[in-house]
């Protein structure tokens, strides 16, 4: 199982500085720097997020001059595999598809579509059969809810598109204890990051992390915790590649 770092912040400086680019990358189309998309092709793996999760609190968009961006910018930088835009629920599931249809079109490859349960079963197993790669929306939060209180059904469906031969991504899952249960191909996830926000040093024991929650009271150096916390990652990384 691939294991994409996602998030963004002053970290995603963190490797840029040393030339490092060994590991699985994902990163939002709404918030990546010219100097970062520039080195895109150079990581061992990267995902292209739309950034539509971004606008879901209700920000006014003209969603066809985004995808024009969008577009653009995949082409320019060849980027291989990027996520649809998902606005199922802000603008509906057609002209959704009419916006991954025109992607598809204009780049000449498929787009990692997203599936949500309230697109329904069938739609699922349509997806599985024209797509070779799919995501299912699995944070944890609004519509994606369910995939962290039915984890067996995402054991279920995770295994049929297996067995139709396609790679499913977690999107946004970070269910760290069941990833040897559930057979997606790839996952993202922005724990790492969590060391700046709530004071927590990871430490990649060989097949799971050990957490260390900072004392109350205590502080600690953001950068050298950072700094730390990302290469526990990258060891994990390697580990999920392998074994799960």
């Known amino acids: 199982m691939k294991v994409y770092l996602a998030g963004g912040g002053w ?18 189309f709404y918030d990546i720097a010219p100097h970062e998309a520039k080195i895109i092709n150079q990581y061992k793996g990267f995902l ?23 577009i653009d910018f995949i082409n ?49 197993k349509m997806l599985c059969e024209k797509y070779n790669y799919i995501a299912i929306s699995a944070s944890g939060m609004y519509e994606s809810k369910w995939t962290r209180q039915e984890p067996e059904r995402l054991r279920k469906m995770v295994q049929y598109a297996n067995y139709k031969g396609v790679k499913v991504h977690g999107l946004g899952y970070t269910k760290l204890p069941l990833l040897n249960k559930i057979s997606f191909y790839s996952v993202d996830s922005t724990s790492w990051l969590s060391g700046n926000r709530f004071g927590i040093i990871y430490k990649f024991n060989g097949n799971k992390f050990d ?23 990258v060891k994990f990384q390697k580990y999920a590649e392998n074994n799960l």
């Open 211 to 233: 957490k260390y929650i900072k004392p109350t009271g205590k502080r600690v150096k953001t950068q050298k915790t950072a700094i730390h916390n990302f290469k526990e990652w």
């Open 76 to 124: 320019q930088y060849n980027v291989k595999h990027f996520f649809e835009l998902d606005l199922y629920s802000i603008i509906g599931t057609t002209k959704t598809e009419k916006l991954r249809t025109r992607i598809e079109k204009e780049t000449n490859k498929q787009t990692i579509p997203v599936f949500h349960k309230r697109l329904g079963i069938e739609y699922y």
């Open 48 to 70: 292209l997020d739309s950034g539509a999760f971004s606008f879901f609190k209700g920000k006014t968009v003209n969603w066809n001059k985004y995808v024009t961006t969008y």
């Open 11 to 28: 970290e995603k400086r963190l490797w840029i500085k040393d030339d490092f680019y060994d590991f699985y990358r994902l990163h939002s």
